[in-house]
């Protein structure tokens, strides 16, 4: 393990940052849904 540079290693920022961007697109997709589709998802989940 000493053997792996720390220094190249990517901070974990860009992670996070990557998967609050993956959300905001997850949720973007739910509510275009909704706004051509109204209930649909109320009728899915019942």
């Known amino acids: 393990m000493r053997f792996i540079p720390r ?3 990517k901070p ?3 992670i996070i940052v990557a998967l609050i961007d993956v ?3 997850v949720s ?3 509510w275009f ?3 051509h589709e109204p209930g649909r998802r ?3 989940a019942a």
């Open 7 to 9: 220094k190249n290693r």
């Open 12 to 14: 974990p920022t860009v």
């Open 23 to 25: 959300l905001m697109v």
């Open 28 to 30: 973007f997709s739910w």
């Open 33 to 35: 849904d909704d706004l």
């Open 42 to 44: 109320e009728a899915r």
